[in-house]
């Protein structure tokens, strides 16, 4: 046996030299199109609320706070309800199909926006691009980890959260210039553009398998890696993988190969919603407006998307490089800090009344008011960078990896439901926190919110250092089977001697 490892070494090497990825890249970017429709329509709201709360705005569309609060959270009662749809549609259906469907209720949100002339229109194409939102992220991250290979998962697994903060980019910079009916219009043209793309791409090999379509599973996995790449090994591998799984029972989720990597999945989308990253996303305007920063809020919320857009890039640089652990540490410990900053400078008091006619204050009234005016615009400064390290914080860690650890650590016997699962809990958490920030800042200000967010990080700290496993440079069958035997969170290379004779 010992011979035969370093031959098996020398096979998988040779074949893996041998993998060409330029296909897999146009599979990839086909399906991440529908997360940039997800970070476009996510973040919607905040450049058109206030236009909607503007005096001038139309009356029939004119929003009160209550309103304003629904319009703002009700994309994620849709994602939570998209979420659902997408537990029954992987399995029936498979990921690369489910994909595709997310562009119906898409294209129809953004019609009922773009021609809204009532607030129920607005509702319900609000409510709808989230449904689409909930699909493609209960999908795309299963289906990209399903078609890569090991060593460009992790970078992989970043396109979904890099494409989803350009499309809010892209959003923040159109709402600089364009329209809320054309933001609208524009909105559905990536989501038609994908369901074309998507067409001519293959369905994830291991969704074939495990239907027994063994020849199309080889065809599809011979065009991702090409030509020349030799498909035994690794549809071996696969092939042994799904005749370990058998079709659980709800008893048999109590055991840890199922129970464990679904816990750890819904705890980090739950904790990744409890940060606080959706209500600031969805409120950003709105936010830095009641935060007094400087610049003019449109232009503060293209600044954080811009920074957010860069942070993910060298997220996705470092997965494979620094590890899914080191980088969720470093995203919390920004985040912990930047919302600590945020809950101080939030709660302030004001100064103490200074008697301006008391003798010798006014040889010093000139030189006062221009430190007063420096500290004021110092202070006005720090929420725009502290929101800044935030975002930036949480779109190195716990943004992206999230989304990759979900696709990797969740059996596949179980991952279409467990993903859909794992997404309703998520938006279900965003919905609630996303419409109780509006009455909690009206009521309390910005410190409560910022207050919990940062207990919130804390927590973010302790999940990642007792539950999250490292999953770096390992393939989905190795990860599996770390669940499987009940090992330590340290995943270790098998060695010969388990496998039994």
């Not at 609000?126 to 449904?131: A, I, P």
């Not at 696709?407 to 596949?412: F, G, R």
């Not at 993903?419 to 938006?427: A, E, K, P, R």
């Not at 990860?479 to 098998?494: L, M, P």
Request: proline share 5%; aromatic share 10%; net charge positive.
């Amino acid at each position: 046996m010992n011979e035969e490892t370093p031959l098996l070494h020398r096979r998988t090497a040779s074949s893996d030299s041998q993998i060409s990825n330029s296909r897999l890249y146009l599979a990839v970017f086909s399906a991440v199109l529908g997360n940039f429709n997800f970070g476009y329509s996510l973040v919607y709201s905040s450049p058109v609320l206030p236009k909607f709360k503007s005096p001038d705005a139309d009356p029939r569309l004119r929003m009160d706070t209550d309103q304003a609060a629904w319009f703002g959270s009700i994309y994620t009662l849709g994602a939570a309800a998209g979420g659902l749809g997408a537990m029954l549609l992987n399995d029936l259906i498979g990921r690369k199909m489910s994909i595709m469907m997310s562009a119906v209720p898409s294209s129809i949100g953004y019609m009922l926006m773009g021609g809204a002339v009532n607030l129920w229109m607005l509702l319900l194409g609000r409510f709808l691009t989230g449904v689409a939102g909930g699909m493609t992220a209960a999908s795309i991250p299963v289906y990209i980890s399903e078609i890569s290979h090991k060593k460009v998962r992790g970078a992989l697994g970043s396109c979904p959260q890099i494409t989803a903060v350009f499309g809010t980019l892209t959003l923040y910079a159109l709402g600089l210039v364009v329209p809320w009916r054309w933001l609208a219009v524009a909105g559905s043209v990536p989501a038609v553009l994908m369901v074309i793309l998507l067409a001519f791409m293959p369905s994830s090999p291991r969704r074939l398998l495990s239907l027994g379509q063994e020849q199309k599973a080889e065809k599809a996995l011979r065009w991702l890696r090409g030509s020349n790449y030799n498909t035994n090994i690794e549809l071996n591998a696969i092939q042994q993988s799904i005749k370990t799984q058998v079709k659980i029972t709800w008893s048999q989720l109590l055991t840890p190969i199922y129970y464990r990597p679904i816990l750890i999945s819904v705890g980090m989308r739950f904790l990744q919603q409890m940060t606080g990253i959706t209500p600031v996303l969805v409120y950003l305007e709105p936010i830095f407006a009641k935060s007094n920063v400087a610049l003019e809020p449109r232009y503060d919320a293209a600044i954080v998307g811009a920074v957010r857009l860069f942070s993910v890039a060298v997220a996705a640089s470092l997965m494979d490089k620094a590890g899914r652990k080191a980088l969720l540490y470093s995203s919390s410990m920004l985040m912990f800090l930047s919302s600590l900053t945020l809950t101080m400078i939030s709660h302030t008091t004001p100064c103490p009344a200074v008697n301006i006619t008391a003798p010798g204050y006014s040889s010093h009234a000139e030189l006062g008011n221009t430190l007063q005016a420096s500290q004021g615009t110092a202070v006005s400064v720090i929420p725009l960078i502290s929101t800044v390290v935030f975002i930036f914080g949480y779109a190195m860690g716990w943004g992206p990896i999230t989304w990759l650890l979900m696709s990797e650590v969740l059996p596949l016997v179980a991952r279409g439901v467990a993903s859909g699962l794992c997404v309703t809990v998520s938006w279900l958490t965003a919905f609630v926190l996303t419409h109780v920030f509006t009455l909690m800042v009206d009521t309390y200000g910005l410190y409560v919110p910022y207050l919990m967010f940062t207990v919130v990080c804390v927590l973010c700290l302790l999940f990642n250092a007792v539950c999250i496993p490292e999953t770096r440079n390992r393939s989905l069958e190795e990860i599996e089977n770390y669940f499987r035997t009940g090992r330590t969170f340290t995943i270790r290379q098998n060695h010969p001697g388990v496998v039994s004779s």
